[in-house]
C-alpha cells in the first residue's frame, strides 16, 4: 500500500555532509511517523531519526543528535535526513521507515514501522 524509495547516499570525506531523501508513494495518508535507521555490515538495525505527521516532534539517536536533522514535506510526499558533520561510523546502510502509529508510540522501535525502503548506502571515509 506504501512504497517508499531512499536516494542521496555516497561517498563522503569525515566532517562532510550528505542529505537523504525518500519518496513515499501509494497510500501515503495511512503513515503518520517516518524514521530513518541504519544498518553497517554485520551489525544489527539501529534508529537514527523520527518525525511526526506535521513534523511537530521530532526524535534522534543520542548519536546523531546536533549532527543530523529529520525533515518532511507531506505535499511532496518526502521525507530528509541532512547529514552534517560526517564521522566513519556513520557509515552504513540507511534506511527509510513509515509507520501508521504516532511519534510516542513509533519512537524508534523497528516492529512498529509499517513500510520499509530498500535502503541506500552512505560510506564515510577517514
Known amino acids: 500500500q506504501v512504497q517508499l524509495v531512499e536516494s542521496g547516499g555516497g561517498l563522503v570525506q569525515a566532517g562532510g555532509s550528505l542529505r537523504l531523501s525518500c519518496a513515499a508513494s501509494?497510500?501515503?495518508?495511512?503513515?503518520?511517523?517516518m524514521g530513518w535507521f541504519r544498518q553497517a555490515p554485520g551489525k544489527e538495525r539501529d534508529f537514527v531519526a523520527a518525525?511526526?505527521?506535521?513534523?511537530?516532534?521530532?526524535y534522534y539517536a543520542d548519536s546523531v543528535k546536533g549532527r543530523f536533522t529529520i525533515s518532511r514535506d507531506n505535499a511532496k510526499n518526502t521525507l530528509y535526513l541532512q547529514m552534517n558533520s560526517l564521522k566513519p561510523e556513520d557509515t552504513a546502510v540507511y534506511f527509510c521507515?513509515?509507520?501508521?502509529?504516532?511519534?510516542?508510540?513509533?519512537?524508534?522501535?523497528?516492529?512498529?514501522?509499517?513500510?520499509w525502503g530498500q535502503g541506500t548506502q552512505v560510506t564515510v571515509s577517514s
Open positions: 501509494g497510500r501515503t495518508f495511512t503513515i503518520y511517523t
Open positions: 518525525i511526526s505527521w506535521s513534523g511537530g516532534s521530532t
Open positions: 521507515a513509515a509507520s501508521k502509529l504516532t511519534i510516542a508510540q513509533a519512537m524508534g522501535i523497528i516492529r512498529r514501522y509499517d513500510y
